[in-house]
Nanobody
Framework: QVQLVESGGGLVQPGGSLRLSCAASGSIFNINTMAWYRQAPGNQRESVAVSTSGGTPTYSESVKGRFTISRDNAKNTVYLQMNTLKPEDTAVYYC?????????????????WGQGTQVTVSS
C-alpha cells in the first residue's frame, strides 16, 4: 500500500507565506511525477505545480513567480513553498504522485492522491 500524507496548511494573511509538505510511504520502487493541485469551493480541481523526475517544474499562470515546487527524492517528499499569498489562493490543496510499485515479478505505475490540506488566505 502507498500513502501520501500532507501537512502545512492553515490560515495566513494576504501577502504571507506557507509551506506545504507531502510525504509518500509504502512499497515504492520509484516516483515519477509529483504535483500539487487545488480545489476551491464550487470550482474544479486545478493543477498548481508539477515536478517530473529530471524535468523542469511547471506552474499555472496564476501562481507563477510566487509558488515553488521542490522534491527530496531520498525522503519521497514534495514541497510547495507559497509566497505572496492572495485570497484567491484559498482552497484545499492536494498532493498527487505517479508512483512505480512492484507487482508480482513486474512493476506498474499508479496515481495516488493525498487527503488534502486547507489553505485559507484572509485578513
Amino acid at each position: 500500500q502507498v500513502q501520501l500524507v500532507e501537512s502545512g496548511g492553515g490560515l495566513v494573511q494576504p501577502g504571507g507565506s506557507l509551506r506545504l509538505s507531502c510525504a509518500a510511504s509504502g512499497s515504492i520502487f520509484n516516483i515519477n511525477t509529483m504535483a500539487w493541485y487545488r480545489q476551491a469551493p464550487g470550482n474544479q480541481r486545478e493543477s498548481v505545480a508539477v515536478s517530473t523526475s529530471g524535468g523542469t517544474p511547471t506552474y499555472s499562470e496564476s501562481v507563477k513567480g510566487r509558488f515553488t515546487i521542490s522534491r527530496d527524492n531520498a525522503k519521497n517528499t514534495v514541497y510547495l513553498q507559497m509566497n505572496t499569498l492572495k485570497p484567491e489562493d484559498t482552497a484545499v490543496y492536494y498532493c498527487y504522485a505517479a508512483i512505480v510499485i512492484r507487482q508480482g515479478a513486474g512493476r506498474v505505475t499508479a496515481g495516488y492522491w493525498g487527503q488534502g490540506t486547507q489553505v485559507t488566505v484572509s485578513s
